[in-house]
């Protein structure tokens, strides 16, 4: 079930029984100031946590530039906004779907490459980050990570026909998703 309450929410479904979705963003670009001291660090996380729920993404949360916390009903809108042509900007609407029925992957902003970590597949992440790099018009990466046991075809297959992704592995040897981000953080 929960397979397909992924496949629906990235649909823009709201599965049976869902909460919403809470995303907090972080801009390191626009942050006033961040210390790698980890009491540090969770006293503005806590602060920004316990910050009412903005109505709209991309509002500011007073006193704390640069993070932002919203919510969404389904994974679709996230992902759309994550790779939303203007930056801060978000569709909250249906998807746009072609005339064959499948939702199109116009949503996604030029210079934008959408990439799905998976284990059994063959593109390396540092061949596909040096082809992004070399291409000149990507100036703007988009991870999916999965968990231990990894995304479902189904839920791979959206990303890929309604969004653009790309399959990379980071290798063979199995990684916890901490391990995943870490590499990825280190490789870009």
């Given at each position: 079930?929960l ?6 929410s990235l649909d823009?479904?709201?599965p049976?029984?869902?909460e919403p979705v ?6 390191g670009?626009e942050?006033?100031?961040?210390r790698?001291d ?6 503005h ?12 993404p991309?509002e500011?949360l007073?006193e704390i530039?640069?993070c932002f916390?919203?919510e969404v009903a389904?994974?679709?809108?996230l992902?759309?906004h994550?790779l939303s042509?203007?930056p801060?900007?978000i569709?909250?609407g ?7 029925g499948?939702?199109?992957?116009s ?5 934008t490459?959408?990439l799905v ?5 063959h ?6 980050l ?5 291409d000149?018009?990507?100036d703007?990466?988009v991870?999916v990570?999965?968990?231990h ?6 839920a791979?297959?959206r990303?890929q026909t309604?969004?653009?992704g790309?399959?990379i592995s980071?290798g063979?040897?199995a990684l916890l998703?901490?391990?995943g981000?870490?590499l990825?953080q280190?490789?870009?």
């Amino acid at each position: 079930r929960l397979g397909h309450g992924l496949v629906e929410s990235l649909d823009g479904q709201v599965p049976e029984g869902a909460e919403p979705v809470g995303v907090l963003e972080i801009h390191g670009d626009e942050l006033e100031e961040i210390r790698p001291d980890e009491r540090w660090l969770a006293h503005h996380l806590k602060r920004v946590l316990e910050a009412p729920i903005s109505e709209k993404p991309l509002e500011a949360l007073p006193e704390i530039p640069g993070c932002f916390r919203w919510e969404v009903a389904s994974l679709r809108p996230l992902v759309q906004h994550l790779l939303s042509r203007e930056p801060g900007t978000i569709a909250l609407g249906a998807a746009p779907q072609s005339s064959n029925g499948l939702y199109s992957a116009s949503c996604r902003r030029r210079g934008t490459r959408l990439l799905v970590l998976r284990e059994d597949v063959h593109a390396e992440a540092t061949d596909e980050l040096l082809r992004a790099a070399s291409d000149g018009e990507v100036d703007h990466l988009v991870f999916v990570l999965g968990d231990h046991v990894g995304l479902r075809p189904m839920a791979f297959g959206r990303l890929q026909t309604d969004f653009g992704g790309h399959a990379i592995s980071l290798g063979c040897t199995a990684l916890l998703t901490s391990q995943g981000i870490t590499l990825v953080q280190y490789l870009t």
